[in-house]
């Protein structure tokens, strides 16, 4: 490491002030971030020293992130082989679904991160380490065998309309890596639905239909058993399949206290009292799924833990995570059941209450300013004895 570090100090000086690459300095800031602790010190005013810093609070969501996207890549490769009939190993499921993940996550990097670098040059702020869980998160929300040009286009709408138009990073008031996805469903509808996206390389006379999609159409005959839906033997966006891997995800986060566990709770809650009301009407097959097998079907389990808790564009205050939470889990079973044309209802619910989450805390930090007054008010009128 100390080669490159001694890299970064021999240029620096291009890049501060008065040296010919001065206006990419933000640009150099970045890189050298991303390697190294930055050599920042505080000037003056008191301030509080941690361990913990945005870097490392990205690179904990990303370790997070690890077992569903590892799985999601050995599942396929293991869709692939089954889908054409052919015995394969673990390691060669791997390496295939991996060949398959690599392109995507290449082209939204190469593609996000310069977007990212040109607006912090241009407005002179650091480069906000945000975008790396982003990054990691669109290729895992996709069909594996989504052309690259979208994905490319997809993750400069999501940078730049979903973030640097609000004014970056922290600013922005949906999650990028769902807007990336929403973008493609509306955009592109046939590489990102149905039943002949999910499973790479799928035989034109086959049928790579996902759980959601095997409910909508109503032949729950076709149904994958829970066993099968819970560990992730099934087709589905890279990373979203296996809701066990996904838990392991959740478990590391709610232990490093990365993510709220106020979301998390409230959101499968939500959903499991959508699934029961859904039980007891029993309209249809689809509304007669058990409650608590909706919270293994699609990406719920996924937008539970990576998307719902994304600290900036959730909700900030405690009470307002509890509400916030648990009208996602209740929109998403109440979306993907009533419109079966948006099967992934948890997208559509997350990005719906990403834009209600500030006049949620808005209300609850109301309700606390009221309260409190009545509080006051009661103990002047006690004080004079009124």
Same mark, same amino acid.
């Given at each position: 490491?100390?080669?490159?570090?001694?890299?970064?100090?021999?240029?620096?000086?291009?890049? $501060?002030?008065?040296?010919?690459?001065? *206006?990419?300095?933000?640009?150099? +800031? #970045? /890189?050298?971030?991303? =390697? @190294?602790?930055? !050599?920042?010190?505080?000037?003056?005013?008191?301030?509080?020293?941690?361990?913990?810093?945005?870097?490392?609070?990205?690179?904990?969501?990303?370790?997070?992130?690890?077992?569903?996207?590892?799985?999601?890549?050995?599942?396929?490769?293991?869709?692939?082989?089954?889908?054409?009939?052919?015995?394969?190993?673990?390691?060669?499921?791997?390496?295939?679904?991996?060949?398959?993940?690599?392109?995507?996550?290449?082209?939204?990097?190469?593609?996000?991160?310069?977007? $990212?670098?040109?607006?912090?040059?241009? *407005?002179?702020?650091?480069?906000? +380490? #945000? /975008?790396?869980?982003? =990054? @990691?998160?669109? !290729?895992?929300?996709?069909?594996?065998?989504?052309?690259?040009?979208?994905?490319?286009?997809?993750?400069?709408?999501?940078?730049?309309?979903?973030?640097?138009?609000?004014?970056?990073?922290?600013?922005?008031?949906?999650?990028?890596?769902?807007?990336?996805?929403?973008?493609?469903?509306?955009?592109?509808?046939?590489?990102?639905?149905?039943?002949?996206?999910?499973?790479?390389?799928?035989?034109?006379?086959?049928?790579?239909?996902?759980?959601?999609?095997?409910?909508?159409?109503?032949?729950?005959?076709?149904?994958?058993?829970?066993?099968?839906?819970?560990?992730?033997?099934?087709?589905?966006?890279?990373?979203?399949?296996?809701?066990?891997?996904?838990?392991?995800?959740?478990?590391?986060?709610?232990?490093?206290?990365?993510?709220?566990?106020?979301?998390?709770?409230?959101?499968?809650?939500?959903?499991?009292?959508?699934?029961?009301?859904?039980?007891?009407?029993?309209?249809?097959?689809?509304?007669?799924?058990?409650?608590?097998?909706q919270l293994t079907m699609g990406g719920f389990a996924f937008g539970a833990v990576f998307m719902a808790t994304d600290p900036v564009s959730a909700s900030q205050t405690n009470t307002g995570k509890w509400i916030y939470g648990?009208?996602?889990?209740?929109?998403?079973?109440?979306?993907?059941?009533?419109?079966?044309?948006?099967?992934?209802?948890?997208?559509?619910?997350?990005?719906?209450?990403?834009?209600?989450?500030?006049?949620?805390?808005?209300?609850?930090?109301?309700?606390?300013?009221?309260?409190?007054?009545?509080?006051?008010?009661?103990?002047?009128?006690?004080?004079?004895?009124?």
């Amino acid at each position: 490491m100390k080669p490159i570090k001694k890299f970064f100090d021999n240029i620096r000086p291009h890049f $501060e002030k008065g040296g010919k690459l001065e *206006r990419f300095y933000y640009t150099y +800031e #970045g /890189f050298e971030s991303f =390697a @190294f602790t930055p !050599p920042t010190v505080t000037k003056v005013g008191s301030h509080i020293r941690d361990a913990i810093d945005m870097k490392r609070t990205m690179i904990f969501v990303v370790v997070a992130l690890l077992p569903a996207a590892l799985f999601g890549m050995w599942n396929v490769g293991y869709q692939h082989f089954l889908a054409i009939g052919q015995e394969s190993t673990l390691l060669a499921n791997f390496w295939y679904g991996f060949l398959k993940w690599l392109p995507l996550q290449i082209v939204v990097f190469a593609v996000g991160m310069p977007i $990212e670098f040109i607006f912090a040059d241009i *407005r002179k702020h650091e480069v906000a +380490e #945000g /975008f790396i869980v982003s =990054a @990691f998160l669109i !290729p895992l929300i996709l069909p594996p065998d989504i052309p690259l040009w979208m994905v490319a286009v997809a993750t400069a709408f999501a940078v730049l309309i979903g973030k640097e138009a609000f004014g970056g990073s922290g600013m922005n008031i949906m999650n990028p890596a769902l807007l990336a996805r929403v973008f493609l469903f509306f955009a592109y509808p046939a590489h990102i639905s149905g039943d002949k996206v999910w499973i790479a390389g799928l035989p034109d006379t086959m049928s790579g239909a996902t759980p959601l999609g095997i409910a909508a159409s109503g032949d729950m005959s076709a149904m994958p058993s829970i066993m099968d839906r819970f560990l992730g033997f099934i087709p589905g966006s890279i990373g979203e399949t296996s809701t066990l891997a996904i838990l392991l995800g959740a478990a590391f986060l709610l232990y490093t206290g990365i993510a709220s566990y106020r979301i998390m709770i409230s959101v499968f809650a939500g959903g499991f009292l959508m699934g029961v009301i859904f039980n007891l009407w029993g309209a249809n097959d689809y509304m007669m799924i058990p409650a608590w097998e909706q919270l293994t079907m699609g990406g719920f389990a996924f937008g539970a833990v990576f998307m719902a808790t994304d600290p900036v564009s959730a909700s900030q205050t405690n009470t307002g995570k509890w509400i916030y939470g648990f009208l996602i889990g209740l929109l998403a079973v109440l979306i993907r059941v009533f419109n079966p044309a948006y099967p992934e209802g948890i997208m559509m619910a997350i990005l719906l209450m990403n834009v209600f989450a500030p006049l949620i805390d808005h209300y609850v930090v109301q309700a606390n300013v009221k309260r409190r007054m009545k509080r006051a008010q009661f103990a002047v009128k006690k004080i004079k004895g009124i």
